[in-house]
């Protein structure tokens, strides 16, 4: 059983390695965007509150979110042969962190977290965001490093690649300064608790992934 939290600046590469690691130790998948996106189907008050929030490029409070996770994880607790569990996107704040202590101490699993943070300086997460593109058909996300800088079309469909409409300089020194605020205190706490670990994130995709399988 392993529970592996994945913490880094936008254009770390979380994704990425998250993807691999779910597919390579057979863990379930919970990312605060899709289980945000899921409820907003909803056409609720809630639904239709995230759906605002998420317009303006606003932060989903903690008590919805952590609802969300808690159902999540609830279904999973119940799951034959659960292998583990791979989280992506949270937590976001140091309340959420400490919540989500609680919530695995709970479950009798808080001996199975391990934190890792794939680190990029801000210079680089600022190259990879500005430069990183999107397909126009499938919106796969082409990061901006290594084999993908050269691609002229999506590599699983063929689409036409565009920049984002969200990545300028304002909305990226904006994302920074949220990472330092909010998720820096994270970093230090898993670090203070022992389960940290840190990864190189300026290097290429397959040497932090093989980083990542070396440390865990």
Same mark, same amino acid.
């Given at each position: !059983?392993?529970?592996?939290?994945? #913490?880094?600046?936008?254009?770390?590469?979380?994704?990425?390695?998250?993807?691999?690691?779910?597919?390579?130790?057979?863990?379930?998948?919970?990312? %605060?965007? $899709?289980? #945000?996106?899921?409820?907003?189907?909803?056409? $609720?008050?809630?639904?239709?509150?995230?759906?605002?929030?998420?317009?303006?490029?606003?932060?989903?409070?903690?008590?919805?979110?952590?609802? =969300?996770? =808690?159902?999540?994880?609830?279904? #999973?607790?119940?799951?034959?042969? =659960?292998?583990?569990?791979? !989280?992506?996107?949270?937590?976001?704040?140091?309340?959420?962190?400490? #919540?989500?202590?609680?919530?695995?101490?709970?479950?009798?699993?808080?001996?199975?977290?391990?934190?890792?943070?794939?680190?990029?300086?801000?210079?680089?997460?600022?190259?990879?965001?500005?430069?990183?593109?999107?397909?126009? $058909?499938?919106?796969?996300?082409?990061? /901006?490093?290594?084999? /993908?800088?050269?691609?002229?079309?999506? /590599?699983?469909?063929?689409?036409?690649?565009?920049?984002?409409?969200?990545? *300028?300089?304002?909305?990226?020194?904006?994302?920074?300064?949220? /990472?330092?605020?909010?998720?820096?205190?994270?970093?230090?706490?898993?670090?203070?608790?022992?389960?940290?670990?840190?990864?190189?994130? $300026?290097? %290429?995709?397959?040497?932090? *992934?093989?980083?990542?399988?070396?440390?865990?």
């Amino acid at each position: !059983m392993k529970i592996i939290i994945l #913490l880094g600046k936008s254009g770390s590469g979380k994704g990425t390695q998250a993807a691999f690691l779910k597919e390579k130790f057979n863990l379930e998948y919970i990312g %605060s965007g $899709d289980l #945000l996106r899921e409820r907003a189907k909803k056409k $609720d008050f809630t639904g239709k509150k995230i759906t605002e929030i998420f317009n303006k490029g606003g932060l989903i409070p903690t008590p919805i979110i952590l609802k =969300l996770w =808690l159902d999540k994880i609830e279904k #999973l607790r119940n799951k034959k042969n =659960l292998k583990g569990i791979i !989280m992506d996107g949270n937590p976001r704040k140091i309340l959420e962190a400490y #919540l989500i202590d609680e919530v695995f101490e709970y479950y009798g699993w808080d001996k199975k977290v391990q934190a890792i943070l794939i680190h990029i300086s801000d210079k680089e997460a600022t190259d990879r965001l500005l430069k990183r593109r999107v397909c126009r $058909d499938c919106k796969e996300i082409i990061p /901006f490093v290594g084999e /993908f800088k050269k691609l002229k079309k999506c /590599f699983k469909c063929q689409g036409p690649l565009v920049y984002r409409s969200d990545d *300028t300089k304002k909305s990226v020194e904006k994302r920074l300064a949220w /990472f330092k605020k909010d998720v820096e205190p994270i970093v230090r706490h898993y670090k203070k608790k022992g389960v940290l670990i840190k990864i190189n994130g $300026d290097q %290429s995709i397959e040497r932090v *992934t093989k980083d990542i399988l070396k440390n865990l």
